[in-house]
């Protein structure tokens, strides 16, 4: 599969606790994003990456929030004590960067439910 | 930084009829402009896009138009059909630096047989 990849799919966990996801982008893309979609909203941007280093981070992003990508390869977000609020579709993107070809491919996502 | 308004957030036409979906972006120096289709419980997915160096591109029933100027771009999607039922997202970015791509909230249309 040449395409974006998320994992997992689903996480159901108890608030307070500590989840992480993983994103494997397009092997050749030096972009990566992460965005946040709850129902009937666009991608809420949360963070993105050039190679291994971390441009942006969004204001809405509370320091619970990580995301690393050590080596310029795969990503992790990491959100630590987990709430309820941060229920929603956790979307990660990737593409190249150079002039005329930044079209963003999506993962299928991760859903995560806090109770 | 970039901010995208999408109008209008809900749209419902009759089968066969047009569609308009229309974008406004803040960032001058934006210089692409793609456009996401998004079926409910999927990733979002390019169907058309537009570099500011052109006005209008068209791909069968989809076309998009740019005005820089006044820095708005627009979806039209003639003779809807009921799987064009979906949301829509419009995004700019600067191609070349070190922007993100940021999305409007989003349009959900509705197309009625």
């Known amino acids: 599969d040449t395409g974006v990849s998320q994992d997992p799919r689903h996480k159901i966990t108890k608030r307070g606790q500590n989840v992480t996801f993983r994103c494997d982008p397009i092997?050749?893309?030096?972009?990566l994003y992460w965005y946040r979609q709850t129902l009937g909203q666009g991608p809420e941007f949360l963070t993105y990456f050039q190679n291994e280093a971390q441009l942006e981070k969004s204001r809405l992003l509370s320091d619970r929030f990580s995301a690393e990508r050590p080596k310029g390869s795969f990503s992790t977000l990491e959100i630590q004590r987990t709430e309820q609020g941060d229920s929603a579709m956790y979307l990660c993107?990737?593409?190249?960067?150079?002039?005329?070809?930044?079209?963003?491919?999506f993962g299928q996502g991760t859903r995560l439910t806090v109770v | 930084g970039e901010n995208v308004e999408q109008h209008p957030s809900t749209l419902s036409v009759q089968e066969g009829d047009s569609a308009v979906i229309k974008c406004t972006y803040s960032?001058?120096?934006?210089?692409?402009f793609p456009w996401y289709k998004q079926e409910l419980g999927k990733r979002p997915q390019l169907i058309i896009d537009?570099?500011?160096?052109?006005g209008e591109k068209k791909d069968q029933r989809i076309a998009v138009t740019l005005n820089k100027t006044a820095k708005h771009f627009s979806l039209h999607i003639t003779e809807t059909q009921p799987e064009d039922s979906a949301v829509y997202f419009c995004?700019?970015?600067?191609?070349?630096?070190?922007?993100?791509?940021?999305f409007g909230k989003g349009t959900k249309l509705t197309v009625n047989p």
């Open positions: 995004a700019a970015i600067r191609e070349g630096g070190s922007e993100k791509l940021v």
């Open positions: 993107a990737s593409s190249p960067s150079w002039t005329g070809n930044t079209e963003a491919f």
């Open positions: 092997s050749e893309h030096n972009r």
């Open positions: 537009i570099r500011s160096n052109v």
């Open positions: 960032d001058s120096a934006s210089n692409y």
